[in-house]
């Protein structure tokens, strides 16, 4: 094999639609596969910075980018984000995933960007096992959100671009060796973990870099991503500090802003004064109806639905409504937003190139239905991940685009949203909206959404009635959870006790239930993770009751004397949680259906095989035998407690999801049923 790794050229992008269709593990999959046209959007889309492909041949075998924005996040000043890292399995053993991030760093240290980003699935032991050996670091939330990935950063381009110019010749000598960067840190763990140390109220890692016989240790502050101090230690055992160039650029630590209220009644509007973000809210729905990014006026810092970076805005009030004004240079972003009789309306004028923006829809429980304006035909799914419309999440650029005028509606029991599209709008997923913003013979781009009252809900089914065989239970306080649960004969839970191992995108699965507590489910910056248990000890005080004193959490399985009662699981969190979570994982019958009422009427029979997401009050799962288990809140349950059914490719995960900020300990009951 003769492997090369160059820049990208054009017609590299069919070769890296098939690569990306060809395995299933790549980093940004979309259901389907994508196009050329895809890639080349994307690329553009990005403000791509630098972007690397290895070809064997003729053959592109892995490729490397380096963005300044992606659907999901935008980078600050001297910041780039590496995605679309991908290496063919055959080559994965060998050194070309090592050769593929050392061209991108040691480009980073020739460019004016020094800090690089990434995300990374913390199952995927061998990746993540990768960034930590080359110099990654977590400086956040150091377990996965609900997409999965933990983000990690990595500060070499910019320690060595700062002590270059006091590098003796023999220094640089071992530093214009290096091939690949595995054996140039310092050993870190492989555990999720936040390698954050604040030092003097400054938030500080620190990195040892190996330079063959020498030693550069280097003390870096994340807020401001600049280097703040570096040493280095020679082969006698001497050593003195090195002179620090401070990089390019300057960051501001963000200001605080408050948000803005707009529109009367039961729907109203907010502003995030920080980032330009609008939300829109109505009375007894838990969490925004709608959430609309600002678009930027900087293309390369468009904010994503996951992540913006603050911006200065003048915010003033106006009938109805808000205007909200970026200012850049002589030019400025302005756009004036108004929420009367539940129709919102945002209007955007710039001075230069509009960019886009993203939709994400609130209602977590209900009905997508997509009248399509170019064959007439209507067709209706649940709301949810991967239901109905592929999940183009992690490619942008492959969102299906409906016809030009079709109709969007989601309906829960509460509220109906209501968006026209058109000829710029990608459908990214069943509650995300990528809108492209082309100013009309005026000059101004709108976009309209309205909120009002959905269909009236039909009654749905009812479980059939409870069997009554004994039931056997077993917790372990070392697994931190119920480790079996048989009815009768019938295996309810499944568990690798007493082994631990990955579970989709947690590392650590152990029990059949648990509990954990996580970000909160509306949070756009992370949302619900996927019940990744802390290292803190489990304490079993009495029978199936488990006590974490560290976390504050104490939950327990209550039993009925009576067989076919329903199991309860009590929960107690501290009031310091943002969300406390009971986590299942039934043993579900591949061939089974998975059952949710829709709100607005019926039920919805979905596929296990398959992988998608969807939030529920209350789901039934088949087991072996034909019983199945039925799951939903306990008695006086509050408004806001859901189930979220992930169907991952290693089985069916349910989380069941609590509030649990406030000023007290909150406690919630789980009600577990197995039917006949």
Same mark, same amino acid.
């Given at each position: 094999m003769s492997i090369t790794?160059?820049?990208?050229?054009?017609?590299?992008?069919?070769?890296?639609?098939?690569?990306?269709?060809?395995?299933?593990?790549?980093?940004?999959?979309?259901?389907?596969?994508?196009?050329?046209?895809?890639?080349?959007?994307?690329?553009a889309g990005r403000h791509t910075a630098a972007f690397f492909v290895a070809v064997d041949d003729e053959d592109v075998v892995g490729t490397f980018g380096l963005f300044r924005s992606t659907g999901r996040r935008s980078a600050r000043d001297g910041e780039l984000i590496a995605d679309m890292f991908f290496v063919a399995p055959?080559?994965?053993?060998?050194?070309?995933?090592?050769?593929?991030?050392?061209?991108?760093?040691?480009?980073?240290?020739?460019?004016?960007?020094?800090?690089?980003?990434?995300?990374?699935?913390?199952?995927?032991?061998?990746?993540?096992?990768?960034?930590?050996?080359?110099?990654?670091?977590?400086?956040?939330?150091?377990?996965p959100g609900e997409d999965g990935n933990v983000e990690l950063y990595n500060y070499i381009p910019l320690i060595l671009r700062g002590v270059l110019d006091d590098l003796d010749q023999a220094v640089l000598a071992e530093l214009g060796s290096i091939t690949a960067f595995g054996g140039v840190t310092g050993a870190r763990t492989d555990d999720l973990r936040n390698d954050v140390e604040v030092v003097g109220g400054v938030r500080t890692v620190t990195y040892r870099l190996v330079l063959g016989p020498f030693e550069v240790t280097a003390v870096v502050d994340v807020d401001r991503g600049t280097l703040l101090r570096a040493r280095i230690a020679h082969p006698d055992g001497s050593g003195r500090a090195l002179r620090v160039t401070q990089p390019p650029y300057h960051l501001e630590p963000p200001k605080p802003a408050r948000s803005h209220r707009f529109g009367t009644g039961r729907i109203f509007g907010l502003v995030d004064g920080s980032d330009g973000t609008v939300r829109v809210f109505c009375a =007894?729905?838990?969490?925004?109806?709608?959430? %609309? &990014?600002? *678009?930027? /006026? #900087?293309?390369?810092?468009?904010? +994503?639905? @996951?992540?913006?970076?603050?911006?200065?805005?003048?915010?003033?009030?106006?009938?109805?409504?808000?205007?909200?004004?970026?200012?850049?240079?002589?030019?400025?972003?302005?756009?004036?937003?108004?929420?009367?009789? =539940?129709?919102?309306?945002?209007?955007?004028? %710039? &001075?230069? *190139?509009? /960019? #886009?923006?993203?939709?994400?829809? +609130?209602? @977590?429980?209900?009905?997508?239905?997509?009248?399509?304006?170019?064959?007439?035909?209507?067709?209706?799914?649940?709301?949810?991940?991967?239901?109905g419309v592929r999940d183009a999440s992690e490619l942008v650029a492959a969102a299906q685009r409906p016809a030009a005028g079709s109709e969007l509606t989601w309906d829960s029991a509460l509220v109906r949203v209501r968006?026209?599209?058109?000829?710029?709008?990608?459908?990214?997923?069943?509650?995300?909206?990528?809108?492209?913003?082309?100013?009309g013979p005026d000059g101004v781009a709108r976009l309209h959404a309205d909120f009002g009252a959905p269909p009236s809900p039909q009654p749905a089914g009812t479980p059939a009635p409870a069997v009554g065989p004994s039931r056997r239970i077993r917790a372990d306080a070392r697994a931190g959870g119920i480790v079996s649960w048989l009815d009768g004969s019938t295996k309810v839970l499944r568990s690798p006790y007493p082994r631990r191992r990955p579970f989709a995108h947690n590392?650590?699965?152990?029990?059949?239930?648990?509990?954990?507590?996580?970000?909160?489910?509306?949070?756009?910056?992370?949302?619900?993770?996927?019940?990744?248990?802390?290292?803190?000890?489990?304490?079993?005080?009495?029978?199936?009751?488990?006590?974490?004193?560290?976390?504050?959490?104490d939950w327990q399985v209550m039993v009925p004397a009576d067989p076919a009662g329903a199991v309860l699981v009590d929960v107690r969190a501290p009031a310091s949680a943002e969300e406390v979570v009971l986590w299942l994982t039934p043993n579900v019958v591949?061939?089974?259906?998975?059952?949710?009422?829709?709100?607005?009427?019926?039920?919805?029979?979905?596929?296990?095989?398959?992988?998608?997401?969807?939030?529920?009050?209350?789901?039934?799962?088949?087991?072996?035998?034909?019983?199945?288990?039925h799951c939903r809140p306990g008695p006086g349950a509050a408004d806001d407690v859901e189930i979220v059914v992930r169907s991952a490719p290693g089985g069916l995960l349910l989380g069941c999801v609590a509030q649990a900020g406030g000023i007290e300990e909150t406690r919630n009951t789980w009600q577990l049923t197995v039917h006949s």
């Open positions: 790794v160059r820049p990208y050229q054009p017609g590299d992008a069919h070769d890296i639609a098939e690569l990306y269709s060809r395995y299933p593990d790549n980093p940004n999959p979309v259901p389907g596969g994508i196009s050329a046209g895809h890639v080349e959007r994307e690329l055959a080559y994965r053993n060998g050194l070309l995933t090592g050769r593929l991030f050392t061209e991108a760093i040691e480009w980073m240290i020739r460019s004016r960007c020094l800090v690089l980003r990434l995300t990374v699935n913390p199952a995927n032991a061998v990746a993540f096992r990768l960034y930590r050996r080359v110099g990654c670091v977590s400086v956040g939330q150091a377990i =007894g729905h838990v969490g925004p109806l709608l959430v %609309s &990014t600002w *678009p930027g /006026g #900087r293309p390369d810092r468009a904010a +994503g639905w @996951r992540e913006s970076q603050p911006c200065d805005l003048e915010i003033t009030p106006i009938d109805d409504g808000v205007r909200i004004v970026e200012r850049i240079g002589t030019g400025a972003l302005t756009s004036t937003v108004t929420l009367v009789d =539940g129709r919102l309306d945002q209007r955007f004028h %710039s &001075t230069g *190139p509009l /960019g #886009r923006v993203f939709q994400t829809v +609130g209602l @977590r429980r209900g009905t997508f239905t997509v009248h399509d304006a170019g064959t007439g035909a209507t067709r209706r799914h649940p709301i949810g991940l991967g239901l968006i026209r599209v058109d000829e710029h709008t990608g459908v990214v997923h069943s509650c995300l909206l990528e809108r492209g913003l082309e100013p590392p650590r699965w152990s029990a059949g239930m648990w509990v954990t507590t996580e970000r909160d489910r509306f949070s756009r910056d992370s949302g619900v993770g996927w019940g990744v248990a802390s290292d803190t000890g489990w304490e079993e005080k009495e029978p199936l009751r488990l006590v974490a004193v560290d976390q504050g959490l591949p061939r089974g259906r998975v059952t949710v009422p829709d709100p607005t009427g019926g039920v919805w029979q979905l596929d296990p095989a398959d992988v998608w997401q969807i939030w529920t009050r209350e789901v039934t799962v088949p087991l072996p035998g034909g019983r199945r288990l």
